[in-house]
């Protein structure tokens, strides 16, 4: 069986990555990985992170390009690939326009289409935008959906999936997240070593991610209030890795670039980011696989969003929503350094995302695929 994985963003490598690995195993599947480029240098790091290369590079990303235009080229450039590389069945993962194009490119052929992490949903098409339909659009393409969770198999069914066509597996971050705590070689890591140099370790450490589309403009303004006031405090100490979304990184160098006790830096690969996320008292964060990988690691995580399609990790009581107002990013920090209750209970809690063996779970699915 010739199994073709489409993936366009960093997350999408981090999650597909144990997947990949677990299938290139597997006696009578062959593996085809193409990366459309959709996050070029993030996704190239991620590959790297894993000895990854993908077989087939595509070319869809162009400084300014709207969305639609992106839509665009990532159809009519898989289109050319499922064509050439006629693969039995297509692995998308998630809510990117990656996996939209992959999945609607493969049905529009006749090809099966196989979702991982099917069936996380806020309902409200816009927020995360587009990546709350473009998620659900590709449930009503796929083949089979893997869900990570009891409530996202839950949510599928009542949008009338059939019961025999989802399958609980857990999140393949976890999967990822431990593949990497396993073989993390700090001493050798030029990126970790440089982040010694930064790290203070007396201090309580605050990390920083954010590039949600909704958050650009307003949001980010509101962040960069609360960092400033934050930074403030000389017993804490900041470091944000900065996404490459001009959008986003440009406001936050223009503002905080000269703070005191704020350390702008450029994204980090897999492993660094990790070890930064274990040495951190607390993680303030907009991002999807943050919420999903930080209760593993013990760290409570201050969501910058007014809902989530992680409804686990808030019943868990391992990540807050807290919005995007200065006020409450202030408080909810304050809180937590005030409150050592309050900090254990978030931290204590057991993740409910999984236990390391979705990437066996779907790739024995697979492989008992006639
Ligand atoms: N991540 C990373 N380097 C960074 C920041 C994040 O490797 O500098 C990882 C993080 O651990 C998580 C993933 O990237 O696994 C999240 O990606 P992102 O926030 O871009 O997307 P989302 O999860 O919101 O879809």
Redesign the pocket.
Known sequence: MKVLFVIG???EA?KLAPVILECQKKKGIQVLVCSTGQHKE?LDS?FEQWSLIPDIELDVMQAGQGLNELLSKLLSQLDIVLSDAKPDCVVVQ?DTSSCLAGALASFQRKIPVYHVEAGLRTNDKSAPFPEELNRQLVSRIAHVHFAPTEKNKRALLREGISDNNIVVTGNT?ID?LMMCQKKMTPESNPEILKLQGIYEPKKKLLLV?G??RENIGAGFLELIDALRELASNPSLQIIY?L?LNPAVREPMIQALGKTDGIFLIE????EA??WL?SKSFLII??????QE?APSLNKPVLVLREQTEREEAIEAGTVKLIGTLKEAIVHGVQELIEDEDAYMEMTQKPNPYGDGMAAKRIVDFLASVE
């Open positions: 963003t960093r997350p981090i993030l991620a998630g971050v990822a991610t590039h949600r890795p996404h994204a980090l690969g897999y980011f990790v996320m964060s907009d991002s999807g696989g943050v990988e």
